[in-house]
Every structure is written in C-alpha cells, then in structure tokens.
C-alpha cells in the first residue's frame, strides 16, 4: 500500500503508541483487502461497544491510555446494559463493571456518547458519497443503501483504528466500481396491500439476505414512498441472514434511479422473483413452531425511532400490558429524550412497556429473567434470538405485538 509520508511517521510510531497500533492494523486490512491507499472518513461508528470478551476491554483500554484519540466525529453501538437505568436490565456486576470501563475508555477518546445502533437517525448522518467508516450490520446497510454513504462492513476493533487514525483502506464498497448489483429480486408481483404494509419488510429483507449471502442485489417493486422504518427493517434483516452491505432498491435509493443505474449497465443473469408465498415462507422460518403463549415481546431492534415508538403508542390505544407478560421497547437516547419531554415515555410507562435505551435485547442476562418465549417485529432479533440467548422466538407485526401484549394471548397476523 502506498502511504503517504505523514502515514509512514504515524506507523513508525511519531504520533503516539496508539496511533502506530491503529495504523499498524489498517495497513495490514489493507494489505489482505488488495487496497493501494487509505483514504480519510469523515465519520466512525463503533460496534465494539456490548462487553464479550475481556480482550475487548483490554485494547480499548490500551488504546485510551496510549493516548488514543478520535480523529473524527465516532458514534457508539449500544451498550450490553442500559448505562442510564442499569438496574433495569438487571445485569451481574461484573457485566455492569465491564461496560463501565468500556464507556470510559471510548468516551476518554472522544465518542459521542450515543450507544445506538441507529446512529442515522440520531444526528450523526453522514452524507450522499461520504466516505465513513461504520461497524455494525444494519448501520452500514442502511448508510451505504438509503443514504449513499460508503463504507465496509467493519468490525471489532477495526473501528477504533479507524477512529483513532480518521482514515480507512481504501477497497470494496468504498469503490463506485465495487458498488454495482450482483442479482435482481422482483417484487412487483407482490400484491400492492402487502408492498405498503411495514410488516412485509423484515420479511422481505430476510428473503434477499438468503438469496443474496455477501452480494449486493438490486430489488425491483418497491413503492417510491416506502417509509424509512421499511427500509430500516430490511436492511436489517438482510444483513443477519445474509451479509449484505449494500441494496439497490430501483425507484428508491439514490444509487438505483433505474436498474441500469445500479448494475452498470451490465445484464444481469440471476433474477428470482419474490411472490406472498415466498413471505409466508420466511414467516415460518421466522417462527419457533413450539411457540404458543410468548412472555416477553421486544421491539426496537433496530433502536427505534421517536416516530416508531409513536406508532406503538396509538396501536396501544390507552390500555395496559398484560401482567404476565414483559414489553420491553429499546431506542437511543435522543429519542428517549424527546419522550421523557413529550409525555409519550409516561404514557408507555403507564401502560406497562419498559423503554430501555443504551442497552442491545440480545444481550439481556437470561439467568435473571425466567422467560419462555419471545415475540418480535424484527427478523434480525428472531433470527439471532435463540442461536444467543436460548429462548424460543417468533416474528409477528408490532400490531401482533401489541394485540400479544394486551391480550395475552398470541397473536399473529397470517402473511400477507
Ligand atoms: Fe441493535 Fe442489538 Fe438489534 S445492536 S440491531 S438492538 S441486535
């Protein structure tokens, strides 16, 4: 890789020890990726944020104390406890002591104390053919599909190097060459209720992470005024069944105007159509078929958005949560602040939803809560649900959620 050299005395070590570890780690990704040259990002988001293992702890400590510093605006994924409420989520202390360390060693650095992982709809929103540096899977999708932004799926401690140096290697999705559609999915034949109805897109998003593993597809049949949730919901589910980075979706995201747009003009020679029985499918997929009577239902993965929990609100209608059953709703703290502000959290809170910000649902100790069953409006949080936590999960509408919440008794929408 050719650096430049004021990168050369960063890797010799001139600018600090934690300077030259980051600059080391980025060369050698660059190294492996076949990039010539790194090149600045004008934005960072952290994933190695939910305390898994001690190493983690342990380089982000180095980092801080070796006189790392953020050289770029650096947002942060959740937390694995709410750091605001940390009883709520009941963690054991050692978990609660380890995140304490975590937030102190990132904050030392310079992040913004965000612990979302919809850092987009949080104010830091890079732009339109922005060079960032993003981890966390529904995150990149999302700033490299609907905002056009342009990112790697970067990972672990990746991030930080990124950070500390503000620059990033420069190969794959960072690339316009590399940003072309790969495969086609049709929807049009979907029926035009289903195209607009929100519970289609975790649904939808999970079908073309199948179907498209790593490569980036470009969907045809989305209405141009599909809502941003929509978007939000696929993207996420595509990246947790598949590993897609990028979507073109034709009509709708900025880089796939038409699909000439978005393939380079090249023909495309895998299309696969995507028919009402395809969703149904994947909703069977989504589901335990031992699940009859859910105890916990989560919304929120993604962190929601102020509007999203809005939407919960009015689908609640003034009555109240079930006793037997836990509602739990996880969102950032902008959002969780325009709430306490606005009466809505009150009002949920009255209603028997527990929101929680800063804090990841997967990661909820479960030798403190005796849950059985779960219920989600998200495929990311079904797909990995039991595969983490162990508890049997099933996908259904928020509106399923909620009618579960209050009555209950499960319930779940047949799709479409
Ligand atoms: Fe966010 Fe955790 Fe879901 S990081 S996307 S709430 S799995």
Redesign the pocket.
């Known amino acids: 890789m050719d650096l430049t050299s004021e990168e050369q005395r960063t890797l010799a070590g001139d600018d600090g020890e934690a300077a030259r570890i980051a600059m080391a780690v980025l060369v050698d990704l660059g190294a492996v990726f076949g990039a010539d040259r790194l090149i600045p990002v004008a934005q960072v988001h952290i994933d190695a944020t939910?305390y898994m293992v001690d190493a983690g702890v342990a380089f982000a400590e180095r980092m801080a104390a070796t006189g790392g510093r953020f050289r770029v605006p650096t947002s942060l994924?959740?937390s694995a406890v709410d750091l605001l409420h940390p009883e709520a989520l009941r963690p054991p202390p050692d978990l609660l002591e380890n995140s304490r360390r975590l937030e102190r060693a990132y904050l030392s650095m310079g992040a913004a104390p965000t612990w979302t992982?919809?850092p987009y709809q949080q104010g830091m929103v890079p732009r339109f053919g922005q060079q960032i540096a993003w981890a966390?899977s529904?995150a990149i999708v999302f700033a490299n599909s609907v905002i056009g932004a342009r990112t790697n799926r970067y990972g672990d401690l990746m991030d930080i190097c990124a950070a500390v140096v503000g620059k990033a290697p420069c190969f794959g999705l960072h690339l316009e060459t590399h940003r072309h559609a790969e495969l086609v999915i049709d929807a049009s034949a979907l029926p035009r209720s289903v195209q607009y109805d929100p519970a289609t897109y975790p649904l939808l998003g999970y079908i073309v992470g199948e179907l498209a593993g790593d490569r980036i597809p470009a969907v045809l049949g989305i209405p141009p005024d599909v809502p941003v949730r929509a978007l939000k919901s696929f993207g996420?589910a595509a990246a947790s069944s598949g590993a897609v980075g990028l979507f073109h979706m034709v009509g709708v995201t900025p880089e796939a105007r038409c699909l000439e747009m978005c393939t380079g003009g090249r023909k495309m020679e895998e299309i696969h159509a995507v028919t009402a029985k395809d969703l149904a499918g994947a909703a069977a997929r989504l589901s335990n078929p031992d699940l009859s009577r859910p105890d916990l239902i989560v919304v929120?993965?993604?962190?929601y958005a102020y509007a999203e929990m809005t939407t919960m609100a009015r689908l609640l209608d003034g009555r109240r949560v079930n006793p037997g059953i836990a509602f739990w709703a996880?969102t950032g703290r902008c959002a969780y602040g325009w709430m306490r502000h606005s009466g809505l959290l009150q009002a949920l809170t009255n209603a028997g939803v527990t929101v929680f910000t800063d804090a990841?649902?997967?990661?909820y100790p479960g030798e403190s809560w005796p849950f059985t069953a779960a219920l989600s409006d998200?495929a990311?949080?079904v797909n990995?649900c039991t595969s983490q936590t162990g508890l049997p999960a099933a996908i259904g509408s928020l509106a399923d959620c909620v009618e579960t919440a209050v009555t209950g008794r499960f319930r779940r929408s047949a799709f479409p």
């Not at 990841?360 to 990661?363: E, I, K, Q, T």
């Open positions: 939910l994924n959740p992982c919809a966390e529904n996420a929120g993965c993604p962190h996880f990841c649902p997967l990661l998200s990311k949080f990995y």
